[in-house]
């Protein structure tokens, strides 16, 4: 599927303009660009750029809490999620907060005995501890009850979290963009970058320049990069500068984790979803999170080296576990007769591993391209993981199916969700209904975007050849994510020569076109599949992404494949 057409007068003179090659301004365009100053910010993101923290409501109240707290000496206690979002905002606010006040401690809930969000074993906690003042992070803006019920034992709260509010918000101090009477100019937050924005206005408030609080940044792009937000506005700045200072910089814990999973500096943000992410997760998932906050945190090399190496065994574990689950999933899937005539998949086993349902689910759409939900048993209910494809916001079908629920929380593309046993069969039948509403008769397709479609001789004549050049231009859009995804070509009529199979399921090709004497070498992860379009005197479609290939001291230009079909006749 083409990204619609972009307006030429609008990309000519951004062309123009900036003195670039027109592909370039086009793409700029797509991203919604279209003037040299906003081109400009977008190459060069600036942290003078960041928007006023106390723009956020309640912003000044929650400072004004903090002041109060560290005046009377008051112990603070910083209650975060289990999952990479949750974790590097504790780490970062403990890691900023504490340069203002000593009497700071953390806590992250037990997934399996506490479930998300904030618990009351956490609120128990701080009472233990003296702490009157609870701030959460990446959790809480649902969780009115209990705040209601921490007040009887004189703890106060500041909720600071990016999901979208109930109803009702709890009472009290409730920083999060998505809040209804919430002015602040970006929506977009990770549940950490809300934490940071909190240090942001307290840093300004004393009077202390940034230049410390940035150094905390690193965490930030990890949560931003692990939590699927869009990569652009105020996310794009703090990315940016979060992954400059990891590889300029690096902790040592992020240097130790590396080296176990044998990846090296620099990394870019896809670099930091599939290598640091997941082994960060994993913690939560199969261990404890705090064990995270913990490793981020520690100086001590002997006890980041230890620490790394929990992480990295819980990863390994954590990969054996749900592939087996996945297994088991996909079969059952393939056993229930009803399945074809649903647009959703509903799994449920209650053995399975409460820590690894997410990434279940979206294994299971690889397969079956559609809205998924994978359940297991904890504590006598159901409790899983739901993810979304494409428009559906799964956020919006939850709440259509509240009734069934015992609670449910996320966003557009992932949640969580609680229900009593016995209602699984209604719940079932009234998520594929509201999906299905949404639908409308439109087929659940995964199509491949694409941003332009090229000739091979116009990567000749754009770059000229120069395979630096070629690098400069697509490493100058990083980073790449949601809202500025890397760029897609297609180029049609292709044929391929040297095709093969690699370890039975990946395909290497090396293609051209009978209108050029240009050669490239491309790979298709995961396309075996795809083989048959690329037999011998068979023209095909490709779409992929430009990347650099390093092999025997050499970087070559590569086509990362991302789908192949026959050209029409």
């Given at each position: 599927m083409f990204q619609p057409a972009v307006d030429a007068e609008v990309a000519n003179a951004l062309s123009q303009q900036l003195k670039v090659d027109l592909f370039v301004a086009e793409l700029l365009v797509q991203r919604g660009l279209h003037t040299e100053m906003e081109a400009r910010r977008f190459f060069r993101p600036s942290l003078d750029e960041l928007h006023d923290p106390f723009l956020m409501k309640d912003m000044e109240a929650a400072v004004n809490r903090i002041n109060d707290a560290i005046k009377k000496q008051e112990g603070i206690l910083l209650f975060g999620d289990y999952d990479v979002d949750g974790t590097t905002a504790v780490a970062l606010m403990y890691e900023q907060l504490t340069k203002f006040h000593s009497n700071v401690r953390y806590y992250?809930?037990?997934?399996?005995?506490?479930?998300?969000?904030?618990?009351?074993?956490?609120?128990?906690?701080?009472?233990?501890?003296?702490?009157?003042?609870?701030?959460?992070?990446?959790?809480?803006?649902?969780?009115?009850?209990?705040?209601?019920?921490?007040?009887?034992?004189?703890?106060?709260?500041?909720?600071?979290?990016?999901?979208?509010?109930?109803?009702?918000?709890?009472?009290?101090?409730?920083?999060?963009?998505?809040?209804?009477?919430?002015?602040?100019?970006?929506?977009?937050?990770?549940?950490?970058?809300?934490?940071?924005?909190?240090?942001?206005?307290?840093?300004?408030?004393?009077?202390?320049?940034?230049?410390?609080?940035?150094?905390?940044?690193?965490?930030?792009?990890?949560?931003?990069?692990?939590?699927?937000?869009?990569?652009?506005?105020?996310?794009?700045?703090?990315?940016?500068?979060?992954?400059?200072?990891?590889?300029?910089?690096?902790?040592?814990?992020?240097?130790?984790?590396?080296?176990?999973?044998?990846?090296?500096?620099?990394?870019?943000?896809?670099?930091?979803?599939?290598?640091?992410?997941?082994?960060?997760?994993?913690?939560?998932?199969?261990?404890?999170?705090?064990?995270?906050?913990?490793?981020?945190?520690?100086?001590?090399?002997?006890?980041?080296?230890?620490?790394?190496?929990?992480?990295?065994?819980?990863?390994?574990?954590?990969?054996?576990?749900?592939q087996s689950i996945t297994e088991e999933a996909l079969e059952q899937i393939s056993l229930d007769k009803d399945h074809p005539n649903q647009c959703t998949n509903l799994v449920f086993q209650k053995d399975w591993h409460k820590g690894v349902v997410g990434i279940v689910a979206s294994r299971i759409i690889e397969t079956h391209y559609r809205p998924t939900i994978v359940l297991t048993e904890s504590n006598g209910l159901l409790t899983g993981s739901a993810r979304s494809v494409g428009l559906i916001n799964l956020y919006d079908v939850l709440e259509s199916c509240k009734e069934h629920l015992t609670q449910f929380g996320g966003h557009h593309y992932a949640a969580g969700l609680t229900m009593p046993k016995e209602n699984l069969k209604t719940f079932r039948l009234a998520f594929d209904q509201e999906v299905k509403k949404r639908l409308d008769g439109t087929p659940l397709e995964a199509l491949q975007k694409i941003d332009l479609s090229i000739d091979l001789n116009d990567i000749q004549t754009v770059w000229n050849g120069k395979l630096p050049r070629i690098k400069k231009i697509i490493d100058a859009f990083e980073p790449f994510g949601p809202g500025n995804m890397k760029p897609v070509f297609c180029t049609k009529e292709l044929f391929a020569t040297d095709a093969r199979i690699l370890k039975e399921k990946h395909l290497k090709l090396r293609v051209v076109q009978s209108n050029s004497s240009l050669a490239f070498d491309a790979i298709g992860f995961n396309l075996a599949d795809k083989e048959e379009h690329t037999l011998k005197g068979m023209a095909f479609d490709m779409a992929y992404t430009l990347e650099t290939n390093e092999f025997n001291g050499k970087t070559n230009l590569q086509f990362n494949i991302k789908d192949i079909r026959a050209t029409d006749s």
């Open positions: 992250i809930p037990d997934r399996y005995k506490e479930g998300y969000g904030l618990s009351q074993q956490g609120i128990d906690y701080a009472h233990s501890e003296q702490c009157s003042l609870i701030i959460t992070l990446d959790c809480g803006i649902k969780s009115n009850q209990l705040v209601s019920k921490a007040k009887e034992l004189d703890i106060d709260f500041i909720i600071c979290d990016h999901h979208q509010p109930g109803e009702e918000i709890p009472d009290g101090i409730v920083l999060d963009p998505k809040r209804v009477d919430c002015a602040y100019p970006f929506k977009e937050l990770s549940g950490c970058g809300v934490g940071f924005k909190l240090m942001q206005a307290l840093f300004i408030d004393h009077g202390v320049p940034l230049d410390s609080l940035f150094e905390s940044l690193d965490l930030l792009a990890l949560s931003i990069g692990a939590d699927i937000v869009d990569v652009t506005g105020e996310n794009r700045i703090l990315c940016h500068h979060g992954l400059l200072h990891l590889n300029e910089h690096p902790r040592k814990a992020f240097e130790e984790l590396l080296t176990l999973a044998g990846k090296k500096l620099p990394l870019s943000l896809t670099d930091v979803v599939f290598v640091i992410a997941p082994r960060v997760n994993a913690a939560g998932r199969i261990r404890s999170g705090k064990t995270a906050v913990d490793w981020m945190l520690s100086s001590h090399e002997a006890e980041i080296k230890q620490l790394a190496q929990e992480i990295h065994d819980d990863n390994t574990l954590r990969r054996r576990i749900d």
